[in-house]
């Protein structure tokens, strides 16, 4: 036999028995887990997404943090007055205070808060009266030894 006779439609494909194009794949598209940024001086309190891993705790004058629902262990709630909640993690806790409250609190306690946000006058414009507003979160972390 020769060489010509030996190869085979698999011979081909192996071995690139010519110079044939590949059809192009369409590219899948990207989306980015990036929130741009509000472009107004709008204030939100809160920022909601079903399923959401983390929760994004925004300060207005600290280093944001991001603890994973995974590791929240309780959330102390001023249900009466909605005024404050705690959440407990079992290396901080985090204290916010502020007014109207209850919709956040229910929000985190479902797993599908993604971002909170402290209040800034210099920042944000001042939300409607009926709105949650976020007056100030302070972080505790634990000191480990």
């Not at 001086?41 to 705790?57: F, P, S």
């Amino acid at each position: 036999m020769s060489n010509e006779t030996e190869r085979g439609p698999f011979t081909e494909r192996l071995w690139g028995g010519g110079a044939k194009e590949k059809p192009q794949r369409p590219e899948p598209e990207r989306s980015s887990n990036v929130v741009p940024r509000r472009p107004d001086r709008t204030y939100v309190a809160q920022e909601i997404r079903e399923h959401a891993q983390r929760l994004h705790i925004r300060c207005a004058t600290q280093p944001s943090r991001f603890p994973a629902y995974s590791s929240l262990l309780d959330i102390i709630h001023d249900h009466d007055f909605d005024k404050a909640f705690t959440l407990v993690y079992s290396f901080m806790l985090v204290e916010v205070t502020g007014s109207r409250l209850g919709a956040i609190v229910h929000a985190i306690s479902s797993g599908c808060c993604e971002r909170i946000h402290e209040f800034h006058k210099k920042l944000h414009d001042a939300p409607t009266a009926d709105e949650p507003i976020i007056d100030s979160i302070k972080i505790i972390s634990a000191i480990g030894k």
